[in-house]
């Protein structure tokens, strides 16, 4: 198991960018596959990206494709978020999450929330118009 801590979330405007980090304790952490997931008020839990467990493939949401970019630094046990081109419906509390599963090219299985075994605190974006 791992154990996962968000930070870097915040206030920014509209077409600004953030850096999210998820930094995860336990020496399996290089085996797991990484997501993040945010969720707005009201709303459900919804995929944002993943990345496999060495890095080498990932899968983004259509709505932030383009604009989001996450990485991850195995020696440092670490997963990032970058945000560009921000806009407001970006808003929501933003999760990291650990998968004990073999890559990221199944997209039903990669973007389900059920297949995540572990979750952070997550952390709050807020993106102003």
């Known amino acids: 198991q791992v154990q996962l801590v968000e930070s870097g979330g915040g206030l920014v405007q509209a077409g600004g960018s953030l850096s999210l980090s998820c930094a995860a304790s336990?020496?399996?952490?290089?085996?797991?596959?990484m997501g993040w997931f945010r969720q707005a008020p009201g709303k459900e839990r919804e995929f944002v990206a993943a990345?496999?467990?060495?890095?080498?493939?990932?899968n983004y949401a259509d709505s932030v494709k383009g604009r989001f970019t996450i990485s991850r630094d195995n020696a440092k046990n670490t997963v990032y978020l970058q945000m560009n081109s921000l806009k407001p419906e970006d808003s929501a509390v933003y999760y990291c999450?650990?998968?004990?599963?073999?890559?990221?090219?199944?997209?039903?299985?990669?973007?389900?929330?059920?297949?995540?075994?572990?979750w952070g605190q997550g952390t709050q974006v807020t993106v102003s118009s």
């Open positions: 999450a650990a998968a004990a599963i073999v890559g990221v090219s199944n997209t039903a299985v990669v973007r389900t929330p059920r297949t995540y075994d572990q």
């Open positions: 336990g020496r399996t952490f290089s085996s797991y596959v």
């Open positions: 990345i496999s467990s060495n890095g080498g493939n990932t």
